[in-house]
């Protein structure tokens, strides 16, 4: 996989991620274009940005959720499988609203609403163990997958 250059210099990169459980206890998950399986939506925080100000963003920007509660903090997560220095905070997002079946498109390939047991492959391992955790009560692990 080729990585941006500032990607390689950088001493840590931070990103802000949401399960987004509706009534139905179904999770919103994205497939993007430029890499393969399926993931929560979220990005990178910016300088001056909290993470849930980040989250907030994301989910507007990627796939038109709007926050009308307070996320909660399921982890904080290492991400050096990825790259070194990554890390990944997860909120689960339970108050929401959604404008329609919004994506960013040029980002976002395709989006959709999964039942725990009718999750999309390849679904990417991190995700996977996330949705464990919060679902199945499976012990938290420290790094994002692996």
Request: charged content about 25%; proline content about 6%; hydrophobic content about 40%.
């Amino acid at each position: 996989m080729i990585r941006p250059i500032w990607r390689l210099r950088r001493g840590m990169t931070l990103g802000s991620q949401g399960a987004v459980i509706d009534e139905a206890n179904r999770v919103l998950l994205v497939r993007h274009v430029y890499r393969a399986g399926w993931f929560f939506p979220g990005g990178g925080v910016e300088w001056g940005e909290t993470l849930e100000e980040a989250l907030a963003r994301e989910l507007g920007e990627e796939v038109g959720v709007t926050l009308t509660g307070v996320p909660v903090l399921h982890g904080m997560f290492s991400n050096n499988a990825n790259f070194p220095g990554d890390h990944i905070a997860l909120y689960v997002v339970r108050d929401w609203e959604r404008d329609g079946d919004y994506r960013q498109r040029g980002e976002i390939a395709e989006t959709g609403m999964f039942a725990i047991d009718d999750l999309p492959e390849p679904l990417d391992p991190g995700t996977s163990r996330r949705l464990a955790e919060i679902f199945r009560n499976a012990p938290i692990g420290p790094k994002w997958s692996g």
